[in-house]
Every structure is written in C-alpha cells, then in structure tokens.
C-alpha cells in the first residue's frame, strides 16, 4: 500500500513556495518605494561617515515594514563597506545583556558566553564601535519589547546617548505596530534620538492584487490559478490591509489545490483557506484569543516553559503567535513570566497568577 504521506498526482501548481513564505525578502516591493526612498536618505549619511537620522517604522500588522527594513538592509550592504547594518529582533533578543553580546559580536569583537557583566559588554561596546572606521545600524523590530524591561529601557537611553557621551556615530531604526510605543518612550531617549518617522499605511486592495502577482509569477507555474484566485485573496485582506494575510491565503489555498490533486488553484480553494482561517478569527473576538485560552489550559496549576507550550501548540500556531498570545496573557495579568537561566540562553517560566 502506498505510504499515507506520498502525493497523489503530479504537481501543476507550486513551482516553489518558498516565494510564497514570510520571511522570503522580494527584490521587488511595489508600493513602498516612498518609505524605502524615505530610509534610504535617513541612512545614506552613515555611507559618507556621516550622522545618519534615528528612525522609527510605524503602521498596523503585514504593512511590510520588516520586509522593505530588510531589502533595505540587503542594498545598503552591497552599496558600502562604510556601514553595518544588523537587524535585531526584539523577541528573539530581549535583554539588554543578549543584544549587547550580539551587537559586539557582530561589530567583531568575540565576547565570551559566559563571565561578562552587562556593564562589561557595553563597555566593549562602545570601545570597539570606536576603534572601527564604519558606522553600525542596528534595526530592532518588534521594538515595543523593548519598553517591556527596565534593562531593555536603560539600554535605549544608553544608545540614544552615544553620540553625546562617547562621541560615536550609531544608526537607529526601530520597528513597533504598537500605536502606543512612540508614545511610552522615555521623554529623555525621546528628544535626543531626534528621530524621523515613517508610517505604513495599510494596502488596499488593489494594492494587494499587484503585490500577490508579483509574488505569483515566482511561486506558481504558467496558468496555475484562476483568474479570480488573485482578486478574491486580495478582497479577503483588504480591510485589515495586511499583506501577510492575502499571500497566506494564497498559499494555504494552493496547497489544498495541490492535495486534491487539482490542475489549477480554483476560487473554491480560496473560500476553503478562508474558512480554516475564520474558526480562529471567531475565537479572537471573544475575549482570550484562542491561543490565548489554549496556553491557559496547557500551564493549569502547573509552570511550564516557553519552549514546551510551543512544543505543545507548535504544530497548529506560528512560534510567533504565540509568543505574542504568552506576552498579551501577561498584559493581562493572568499569567506571570519570570525569566530564567537557561543553558546559554534565557528562558520564561510561565505560570497563571492567582487571583486573591
Ligand atoms: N510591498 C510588498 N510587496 C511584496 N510583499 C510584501 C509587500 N509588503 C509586505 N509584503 C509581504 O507581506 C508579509 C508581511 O510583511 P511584513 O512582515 O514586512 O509586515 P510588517 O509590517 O513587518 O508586519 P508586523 O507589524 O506584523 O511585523 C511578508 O511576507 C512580506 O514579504
Ligand atoms: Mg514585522
């Protein structure tokens, strides 16, 4: 008997997804030439040895500001050897010590895993920013972590400070959809950033039918889709403007193609994409999203760590997601997240907090 995994029939349909995955960076990104133009003259002067402007990236959720940072980052990098860029994730990186260590790392300083205070590594921060001729950028996304920890927010005020107390050019570019992150920032990291900002707005829907053509025309073979496949996804994520969602559906919908073994992705898959989409979405209105009420029923009386509730839920969320679902808990205050040593890397310990 043939096994349960192999494929039923000849694939007509992805000529390679991959195009189609979040973290893929197109050489194209239609309708943000105005942002990337708008980043490009803030960060051109590091090119020269010169100051560049601290920015901060706004707008909702699939606006593509993770993507055209980093498109900008890939050119920046081709163009001059007088910049560094790295891009940080704040989830990822979310202790003053962890993105220290990994910024002088990247600056070329080996810093040792273990024995350094924070304290140290900043120093060897700032000494080896100096000793260098080119000027580092560092992109934080997700940047609203940031304001989540006292030690986090030391060190934006320690970098908004660099060039006035250590006489070194950094480049800034934080990334947030958090409306409020501009607003919490420290009044002091505030005015000496005296940073630009850009907003995202979000895609319209004929915006979005351009963006998934141009996505398509790599992913799918010739004649893969329907004529209405495209405009009906795009339909779909144009009231939250989110670029994310409509190449989701996209891809969701192609591979359901795919498993029935069909010629073509037909409008049909589409509507089926959505529909897987919708039992999750119904659960967000109520009051816990459904993640949000899966990790409560996974961590009971129990403590449990990050790594085992996306062990757990991995398979049906994005780690993603669900970091997001664990921090909004705690917004809530139904859950605490102690953080812990753990090996070489933090972990969070997460438990319900009890109501007295
Ligand atoms: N103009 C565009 N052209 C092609 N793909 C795009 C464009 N804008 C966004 N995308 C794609 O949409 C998805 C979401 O974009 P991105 O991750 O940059 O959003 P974001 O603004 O960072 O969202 P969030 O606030 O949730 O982090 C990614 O797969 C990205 O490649
Ligand atoms: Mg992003």
Redesign the pocket.
């Known amino acids: 008997m043939a096994n349960i995994f192999e494929s039923k029939g000849e694939n007509h349909i992805l000529k390679d997804e991959r195009f ?7 050489e ?5 030439d105005k942002e990337i133009g708008e980043m490009v003259f803030a960060l051109k002067p590091a090119t020269l040895g010169k100051k560049p402007t601290t920015l901060f ?1 706004t ?12 498109h900008v980052l890939n050119e920046l990098g081709e163009y001059s050897d007088r910049t560094k860029c790295l891009y940080i994730n704040c989830f990822e990186f979310n202790s003053k010590h962890s993105i220290l260590s990994k910024a002088t790392n990247f600056l070329g300083y080996a810093v040792p895993t273990r024995g350094l205070s924070t304290e140290e590594i900043f120093e060897r921060f700032v000494a080896v920013t100096k000793s260098k001729e080119n000027i580092p950028i560092f992109i934080f ?2 940047a609203e972590q940031l304001l989540k920890q006292e030690d986090t927010k030391d060190l934006l005020y320690d970098l908004s400070r660099m060039g006035e107390r250590h006489k070194v050019f950094i480049g800034l570019v934080f ?3 958090d409306n409020f992150f501009l607003s919490l920032l420290d009044d002091r990291v505030r005015s000496s950033m005296q940073a630009s900002t850009i907003n ?1 707005e979000k ?1 319209s829907s004929l ?1 979005l039918k351009d ?1 998934l053509k ?2 398509a025309k790599y992913a799918f073979f010739d004649n893969a889709l329907e004529d209405e496949v495209i405009p009906l996804a795009a339909a779909h994520a144009s009231k939250e403007g ?3 969602v ?3 559906v996209l891809l969701k919908a192609a591979r359901l193609a795919e498993n029935e073994n069909s010629k073509k992705v037909k409008v049909a898959h589409v509507r089926k994409a959505f529909m897987k989409e919708k039992v999750v979405k119904q659960e967000l209105s109520s009051n816990l999203s459904k993640q949000e009420q899966l990790i409560l029923d996974f961590v009971k009386n129990n403590e449990v760590t990050a790594g085992e509730i996306y062990l757990a839920l991995g398979k049906d969320f994005a780690e993603r997601t669900l970091r997001k679902a664990i921090n909004d808990l705690e917004d809530k205050k139904l859950i605490s997240a102690k953080k812990v040593k753990k090996g070489k890397g933090v972990t969070r310990v997460i438990s319900k907090v009890k109501k007295s």
């Not at 189609?20 to 197109?26: A, C, I, R, T, W």
């Open positions: 189609l995955y979040p973290e893929f960076v197109p194209q990104l239609p309708f943000r990236l707008g909702v959720p699939g606006t593509g500001k993770t993507v055209s940072s980093k996304d997700e990334i947030s959809n995202f895609y915006q963006i141009e996505r989110d670029a994310r409509a190449i989701d």
